[in-house]
């Protein structure tokens, strides 16, 4: 491609026809190289690179919950644990956390995952005093008040597990954040949603 400064070309690429799968993506990544040394810079340098996701997709057919084992709900010197054909996952009643998950006889999960709402301050950040102002989400998974933990059924084939908890702002402990997890567990999979408010 020889194209002037500030101007434009159409290119047409000879791509083969993509027969689109359930629920997968497809992108095109296009690079830009030197067909030939210029200055410093040797044969080869990509000097531009760009992706783009193409208009292609499949739906993903519903899944049949029927097909799934029934599932078994029990409250054990303070857990909870659930059963299915090959496996049981076990949350503390006093914290919602998961402490263990067994899969054919082995245990793979020990301890489930804690919150965390932080990441690593920038200089804009320490330039506007953000660490300090924004203590209360660095704080937030480790000084968690747990305020309530249910289970609970969802047909004979999905249980919920909800968390629910408050977490003190550090400069005014008038106003709080109140967080709820819900962890569904089917066939095996747990799936962990978040929401918070104030």
Not at 37 to 65: C, M, N, T, Y
Not at 120 to 136: E, V, Y
Request: proline share 8%.
């Amino acid at each position: 491609m020889d194209i002037p400064p500030r101007h434009s070309q159409e290119v047409t690429l000879p791509l083969s026809k993509i027969e689109p799968e359930p629920g997968k993506e497809y992108f095109l990544k296009l690079s830009f190289t030197l067909r030939e040394p210029a200055h410093l810079l040797p044969k080869g340098h990509e000097v531009a690179w760009e992706q783009f996701q193409l208009p292609l997709s499949q739906p993903v057919p519903d899944i049949d919950r029927k097909r799934f084992p029934k599932l078994s709900l029990q409250r054990k010197e303070k857990r909870i644990e659930i059963k299915g054909k090959n496996f049981t996952i076990s949350f503390d009643e006093s914290t919602g956390m998961l402490t263990s998950y067994v899969f054919e006889n082995t245990e793979l999960i020990q301890s489930g995952p804690v919150p965390n709402f932080w990441r690593a301050p920038t200089d804009n950040d320490f330039g506007w005093d953000l660490p300090k102002r924004l203590m209360i989400w660095k704080e937030a998974g480790a000084k968690r008040r747990v305020v309530k933990v249910t289970a609970r059924k969802v047909g004979s084939r999905e249980i919920r597990v909800i968390l629910q908890d408050f977490r003190k702002r550090r400069y005014n402990r008038k106003q709080q954040v109140c967080a709820r997890e819900h962890r569904s567990a089917r066939d095996g999979q747990v799936r962990n949603d978040h929401d918070a408010a104030r």
